[in-house]
């Protein structure tokens, strides 16, 4: 066989390769920053074990809502700014999770779906895994990191989050973190 025609098949060969292995999607690699494929928690290796989720996406649901996990209709009921009645000035928030503007490349985040992150410090919030009406699972868990970070609320009979609880995790000593207010304007 011609050694051109070796080329070009095996040219051919690879491309198949890479485009069967994402399903004609962006790579999930280092080079994609923001990507959220390949890191959803799963039971028994990093993710909390014994929890499942409401319902199942369906098949046409796009790969970030599955590592998202199922969509909050009423998304609003959480968002809030929480603290220990001990560190009331260490708060945490609850807010909309969105594409950060530096992950241009990231696709955007589909409504419905909550980050965590702390008032008091200079760190990009967590988009969470929506586990169930009152648990939720950090969606990507770095390498360095041995759990995600799972929070579980506690709601009024409205179903309005009142407060929330770390279950494990270095922040989970801390106790009890209870709704002091909203968030701030531009939220």
């Given at each position: 066989m011609n050694p051109c025609h070796l080329s070009?098949?095996?040219?051919?060969?690879?491309?198949?390769?890479?485009?069967?292995?994402?399903?004609?999607?962006?790579?999930?690699?280092?080079?994609?920053?923001?990507?959220?494929e390949g890191t959803t928690p799963q039971?028994?290796?990093?993710?909390?074990?014994?929890?499942?989720?409401?319902?199942?996406?369906?098949?046409a649901?796009?790969?970030?809502?599955?590592?998202?996990g199922v969509p909050l209709s009423e998304?609003?009921?959480y968002y809030g700014e929480y603290a220990t009645a001990d560190k009331p000035n260490r708060r945490w928030f609850?807010?909309?999770?969105?594409?950060?503007?530096?992950?241009?490349?990231?696709?955007?985040?589909?409504p419905g779906h909550l980050a965590l992150g702390a008032m008091f410090g200079d760190v990009a919030p967590w988009h969470m895994k929506t586990i169930s009406k009152t648990e939720f699972a950090q969606a990507q868990v770095p390498v360095s990191q041995a759990e995600p970070v799972v929070i579980r609320f506690e709601l009024d009979?409205?179903?309005?989050?009142?407060?929330?609880?770390?279950?494990g995790g270095p922040h989970s000593p801390a106790g009890l973190f209870s709704r002091v207010g909203d968030l701030p304007a531009g939220w």
């Open positions: 070009r098949l095996a040219a051919s060969i690879v491309l198949a390769a890479a485009l069967a292995g994402c399903n004609g999607e962006s790579s999930s690699g280092p080079e994609s920053a923001g990507s959220l039971p028994g290796k990093r993710g909390p074990s014994g929890s499942a989720t409401p319902e199942q996406p369906s098949p649901a796009s790969r970030q809502d599955q590592q998202l998304p609003e009921n609850i807010a909309a999770a969105k594409r950060s503007p530096y992950a241009e490349r990231a696709p955007a985040v589909p009979e409205s179903g309005h989050a009142t407060a929330f609880r770390f279950m």
